[in-house]
């Protein structure tokens, strides 16, 4: 995370907004995965608000549970728990 903190702060991407997606596997309740996903894209959202100059480029930080899994993993894999970032131009 320090890592790409340090890379959202890089000239080339002074200008880029960050979305957060938490995402979790299907294993137990989906309301309950829901909850912890959005707690992971939560942990993530705190350790960037630490390192970066503008937090204002955080827009988003959203759980959304087992909805969107991985292809070729099994709806168990640890692999489905993540946090996918995506970064795009403020303006």
């Known amino acids: ?10 000239r080339p991407m002074r200008r880029a907004c960050v979305k957060l ?3 979790s596997d299907s294993s137990g309740a989906a ?3 829901k909850k912890i996903s ?12 630490g ?12 759980g959304v549970g087992e909805a969107q899994l991985l ?3 099994s709806a ?11 970064a795009r131009d403020c303006e």
């Open 1 to 10: 995370m320090v890592q790409l903190a340090s890379v959202l702060e890089t």
């Open 38 to 49: 959005k707690l992971r894209a939560e942990a993530v959202a705190a350790i960037l608000k």
């Open 76 to 86: 168990s894999s640890p692999y489905h728990r993540r946090v996918a970032i995506l």
């Open 21 to 23: 997606g938490g995402h």
């Open 71 to 73: 292809e070729g993993f």
């Open 51 to 62: 390192k970066m100059d503008d937090v204002t480029r955080i827009q988003a930080v959203e």
């Open 31 to 33: 309301e309950l995965n």
